[in-house]
């Protein structure tokens, strides 16, 4: 069974930066894309952002681009976001999820239990 263990959210004021980390067990990592998707309370799960197994090519949702970067250290097992320029809309619960940009959303993509990011001043 995949675990995914997300780290790193918190409380961050508006235009402040927060770097997510999640490590990845019971997989072979570096064979799979790995995203970060979101959900805002009431919302629905919103993909954020995807790294390719392959070269590492690197995929954002519009709302981010620009402000956040995925990246991977597949020797560790890591998936990161590090989130700069954050807004008070950025605020939810983040997970890392296995798969790219339609799989990760899905009811039952595997997921970690989520870190709360919030922005707020």
């Known amino acids: 069974e995949v675990q995914l263990v997300e780290s790193g959210g918190g409380l961050v004021q508006p235009g402040g930066s927060l770097r997510l980390s999640c490590v990845a067990s019971e997989i072979a990592f570096n064979m799979y894309d790995m995203s970060w998707v979101r959900q805002a309370p009431g919302k629905a799960l919103e993909w954020v952002s995807t790294i390719n197994s392959g070269v590492g090519t690197t995929y954002y949702a519009d709302s981010v681009k620009g402000r956040f970067t995925i990246s991977r250290d597949n020797a560790k097992n890591m998936l990161y976001l590090q989130m700069d320029s954050l807004k008070t809309e950025d605020t939810a619960v983040y997970y890392c999820?296995?798969?790219?940009?339609?799989?990760?959303?899905?009811?039952?993509?595997?997921r970690g239990q989520g870190t709360q990011v919030t922005v707020s001043s």
């Open positions: 999820a296995v798969g790219g940009q339609v799989t990760s959303i899905q009811p039952l993509s595997r």
